[in-house]
Protein backbone atom coordinates (compact mmCIF):
# COMPACT_ATOMS: atom_id res chain seq x y z
CA UNK A 1 0.00 0.00 0.00
CA UNK A 2 1.23 3.32 -0.84
CA UNK A 3 2.20 5.94 1.49
CA UNK A 4 1.37 9.56 0.94
CA UNK A 5 1.77 12.15 3.44
CA UNK A 6 0.51 15.47 2.95
CA UNK A 7 1.81 18.72 5.74
CA UNK A 8 0.33 20.76 6.93
CA UNK A 9 -3.32 18.94 7.85
CA UNK A 10 -4.56 22.64 8.56
CA UNK A 11 -4.08 26.24 8.15
CA UNK A 12 -5.04 29.23 8.60
CA UNK A 13 -3.74 31.92 6.86
CA UNK A 14 -3.88 35.76 6.14
CA UNK A 15 -4.83 37.09 2.65
CA UNK A 16 -2.36 37.80 0.57
CA UNK A 17 0.59 35.52 1.84
CA UNK A 18 2.34 33.11 0.18
CA UNK A 19 1.72 29.58 0.94
CA UNK A 20 3.08 25.83 -0.08
CA UNK A 21 1.16 22.78 0.67
CA UNK A 22 3.75 19.49 1.04
CA UNK A 23 2.94 16.04 -0.57
CA UNK A 24 5.20 13.30 -0.32
CA UNK A 25 5.05 9.76 -1.13
CA UNK A 26 7.76 6.50 -0.56
CA UNK A 27 6.10 4.27 -3.39
CA UNK A 28 7.92 5.65 -6.09
CA UNK A 29 4.56 6.51 -7.92
CA UNK A 30 5.39 8.43 -11.23
CA UNK A 31 1.13 10.09 -11.32
CA UNK A 32 0.59 12.20 -8.61
CA UNK A 33 -2.53 14.61 -9.21
CA UNK A 34 -3.74 17.63 -7.08
CA UNK A 35 -7.44 17.55 -6.08
CA UNK A 36 -9.83 20.58 -4.57
CA UNK A 37 -12.98 19.73 -3.05
CA UNK A 38 -15.07 22.20 -0.93
CA UNK A 39 -16.77 20.21 2.09
CA UNK A 40 -19.18 17.62 0.89
CA UNK A 41 -18.70 18.78 -2.29
CA UNK A 42 -17.39 16.85 -5.48
CA UNK A 43 -13.30 16.59 -6.52
CA UNK A 44 -11.96 18.92 -8.86
CA UNK A 45 -8.85 18.19 -10.77
CA UNK A 46 -6.39 21.26 -10.34
CA UNK A 47 -2.84 19.14 -11.40
CA UNK A 48 -1.34 16.79 -12.45
CA UNK A 49 1.95 15.26 -12.93
CA UNK A 50 2.87 11.99 -14.93
CA UNK A 51 6.80 11.94 -13.72
CA UNK A 52 9.46 14.47 -12.85
CA UNK A 53 9.31 17.70 -14.99
CA UNK A 54 6.03 16.97 -16.12
CA UNK A 55 3.03 18.98 -14.62
CA UNK A 56 -0.25 19.38 -16.46
CA UNK A 57 -3.29 22.17 -15.21
CA UNK A 58 -6.24 20.26 -14.50
CA UNK A 59 -10.04 20.77 -15.51
CA UNK A 60 -10.65 23.58 -12.73
CA UNK A 61 -9.18 26.77 -13.37
CA UNK A 62 -6.53 27.19 -10.27
CA UNK A 63 -3.97 30.06 -9.49
CA UNK A 64 -2.10 27.77 -7.75
CA UNK A 65 1.24 26.25 -9.03
CA UNK A 66 3.21 22.88 -8.96
CA UNK A 67 6.51 21.73 -9.16
CA UNK A 68 8.26 17.89 -9.50
CA UNK A 69 11.47 17.78 -9.17
CA UNK A 70 11.68 14.81 -7.55
CA UNK A 71 9.66 11.93 -7.90
CA UNK A 72 8.23 11.51 -4.15
CA UNK A 73 7.42 15.16 -3.33
CA UNK A 74 4.77 17.47 -5.46
CA UNK A 75 4.04 20.76 -3.75
CA UNK A 76 1.61 22.86 -4.76
CA UNK A 77 2.30 26.63 -4.18
CA UNK A 78 -0.21 29.68 -3.45
CA UNK A 79 1.57 32.98 -4.82
CA UNK A 80 -1.13 35.31 -2.86
CA UNK A 81 -3.95 33.56 -0.68
CA UNK A 82 -7.28 35.04 -0.60
CA UNK A 83 -10.50 33.92 0.34
CA UNK A 84 -11.45 32.37 -2.72
CA UNK A 85 -9.14 29.73 -1.94
CA UNK A 86 -10.71 28.31 1.26
CA UNK A 87 -11.19 24.60 0.80
CA UNK A 88 -9.80 21.37 1.10
CA UNK A 89 -6.70 20.33 -0.71
CA UNK A 90 -6.44 16.39 -1.89
CA UNK A 91 -3.04 14.89 -2.80
CA UNK A 92 -3.01 11.88 -4.78
CA UNK A 93 -0.35 9.14 -5.66
CA UNK A 94 -1.25 6.54 -8.61
CA UNK A 95 -0.20 2.89 -8.92
CA UNK A 96 -1.34 1.10 -11.75
CA UNK A 97 -5.12 3.09 -12.06
CA UNK A 98 -5.38 2.95 -8.69
CA UNK A 99 -5.48 6.31 -6.53
CA UNK A 100 -4.07 6.81 -2.84
CA UNK A 101 -5.25 10.14 -1.16
CA UNK A 102 -3.31 11.88 1.65
CA UNK A 103 -4.83 12.80 4.44
CA UNK A 104 -5.32 16.35 2.83
CA UNK A 105 -5.21 20.15 4.08
CA UNK A 106 -7.91 22.50 5.00
CA UNK A 107 -6.87 25.32 4.40
CA UNK A 108 -8.37 28.65 5.51
CA UNK A 109 -7.61 31.92 4.21
CA UNK A 110 -8.90 34.96 6.47
CA UNK B 1 -13.16 16.68 -21.96
CA UNK B 2 -14.02 14.22 -20.38
CA UNK B 3 -17.25 14.14 -17.92
CA UNK B 4 -18.56 11.68 -15.49
CA UNK B 5 -22.00 12.23 -14.41
CA UNK B 6 -23.33 10.86 -11.06
CA UNK B 7 -26.53 10.40 -9.16
CA UNK B 8 -28.43 10.79 -7.14
CA UNK B 9 -25.96 13.40 -5.48
CA UNK B 10 -27.80 12.36 -1.90
CA UNK B 11 -29.50 9.22 -0.77
CA UNK B 12 -31.24 9.06 2.57
CA UNK B 13 -32.40 5.58 3.69
CA UNK B 14 -33.36 4.17 6.69
CA UNK B 15 -30.78 1.07 7.99
CA UNK B 16 -31.31 -2.37 6.05
CA UNK B 17 -32.88 -0.85 3.05
CA UNK B 18 -31.22 -1.15 -0.44
CA UNK B 19 -28.97 1.98 -2.11
CA UNK B 20 -27.64 2.23 -5.61
CA UNK B 21 -25.54 5.05 -7.38
CA UNK B 22 -25.18 5.34 -10.88
CA UNK B 23 -22.38 6.78 -13.10
CA UNK B 24 -22.79 8.08 -16.32
CA UNK B 25 -19.44 9.37 -18.54
CA UNK B 26 -19.81 11.52 -22.19
CA UNK B 27 -16.80 9.09 -23.38
CA UNK B 28 -16.03 5.34 -23.51
CA UNK B 29 -14.00 4.38 -20.74
CA UNK B 30 -10.83 2.26 -20.03
CA UNK B 31 -11.78 1.56 -16.79
CA UNK B 32 -13.40 2.71 -13.67
CA UNK B 33 -13.02 3.06 -9.90
CA UNK B 34 -15.12 3.36 -7.20
CA UNK B 35 -13.92 5.21 -4.00
CA UNK B 36 -15.82 6.14 -0.46
CA UNK B 37 -15.25 8.90 1.29
CA UNK B 38 -16.42 9.10 5.08
CA UNK B 39 -17.11 12.18 6.86
CA UNK B 40 -14.34 14.42 7.18
CA UNK B 41 -11.77 11.92 5.97
CA UNK B 42 -10.18 11.42 2.23
CA UNK B 43 -11.61 9.01 -0.37
CA UNK B 44 -10.50 5.27 0.03
CA UNK B 45 -10.13 3.34 -3.47
CA UNK B 46 -13.09 0.38 -3.24
CA UNK B 47 -12.46 -1.23 -6.66
CA UNK B 48 -12.02 -0.45 -10.07
CA UNK B 49 -13.88 -2.58 -13.51
CA UNK B 50 -12.23 -2.70 -16.65
CA UNK B 51 -14.02 -5.22 -18.39
CA UNK B 52 -17.05 -4.62 -20.60
CA UNK B 53 -20.28 -6.26 -18.18
CA UNK B 54 -18.07 -6.81 -15.53
CA UNK B 55 -19.89 -7.58 -12.13
CA UNK B 56 -18.19 -7.42 -9.38
CA UNK B 57 -18.57 -8.15 -5.28
CA UNK B 58 -17.63 -7.21 -2.02
CA UNK B 59 -19.90 -8.54 0.43
CA UNK B 60 -23.17 -6.32 0.34
CA UNK B 61 -21.46 -4.26 -2.40
CA UNK B 62 -22.32 -5.07 -5.94
CA UNK B 63 -19.56 -2.96 -9.00
CA UNK B 64 -21.29 -3.39 -12.66
CA UNK B 65 -19.66 -1.74 -15.87
CA UNK B 66 -21.48 -1.07 -18.71
CA UNK B 67 -21.50 -3.00 -22.16
CA UNK B 68 -20.59 -0.15 -23.68
CA UNK B 69 -18.19 0.85 -21.08
CA UNK B 70 -20.03 4.15 -20.11
CA UNK B 71 -21.53 3.55 -17.52
CA UNK B 72 -21.97 2.01 -13.82
CA UNK B 73 -23.18 1.53 -10.73
CA UNK B 74 -22.82 0.56 -7.11
CA UNK B 75 -25.52 -1.30 -5.08
CA UNK B 76 -25.87 -1.89 -1.51
CA UNK B 77 -27.54 -4.43 -0.11
CA UNK B 78 -29.34 -3.98 3.41
CA UNK B 79 -27.40 -1.07 4.64
CA UNK B 80 -25.87 -0.60 7.84
CA UNK B 81 -24.88 3.02 9.26
CA UNK B 82 -21.00 1.87 8.58
CA UNK B 83 -22.16 3.01 4.92
CA UNK B 84 -22.69 6.42 5.61
CA UNK B 85 -20.44 8.35 3.66
CA UNK B 86 -19.93 10.07 -0.13
CA UNK B 87 -19.59 7.11 -3.02
CA UNK B 88 -17.47 8.10 -5.77
CA UNK B 89 -17.01 6.72 -9.47
CA UNK B 90 -14.28 7.95 -11.43
CA UNK B 91 -13.08 7.27 -14.94
CA UNK B 92 -10.19 7.15 -16.85
CA UNK B 93 -9.20 7.06 -20.62
CA UNK B 94 -5.49 6.47 -21.96
CA UNK B 95 -3.76 8.51 -20.85
CA UNK B 96 -5.80 11.26 -18.75
CA UNK B 97 -5.90 11.71 -15.35
CA UNK B 98 -8.77 10.42 -13.33
CA UNK B 99 -11.94 12.84 -13.70
CA UNK B 100 -14.13 11.93 -10.30
CA UNK B 101 -18.13 12.10 -10.75
CA UNK B 102 -19.75 14.60 -8.31
CA UNK B 103 -20.09 11.74 -6.13
CA UNK B 104 -23.44 10.60 -3.94
CA UNK B 105 -24.20 11.44 -0.61
CA UNK B 106 -25.34 8.20 1.97
CA UNK B 107 -26.88 8.85 4.79
CA UNK B 108 -28.67 5.29 6.88
CA UNK B 109 -30.27 6.15 9.56
CA UNK B 110 -31.00 3.42 12.38
Known amino acids: EADIYQTPRYLVIGTGKKITLECSQT?????MYWYQQDPGMELHLIHYSYGVNSTEKGDLSSESTVSRIRTEHFPLTLESARPSHTSQYLC?????????FGQGTRLTVV | GQQVMQIPQYQHVQEGEDFTTYCNSS?????IQWYKQRPGGHPVFLIQLVKSGEVKKQKRLTFQFGEAKKNSSLHITATQTTDVGTYFC??????????FGKGTSLLVTP
Open chain 1, 92 to 100: ASIMGTEAF
Open chain 2, 90 to 99: AGSNSGYALN
Open chain 1, 27 to 31: MGHDK
Open chain 2, 27 to 31: TTLSN
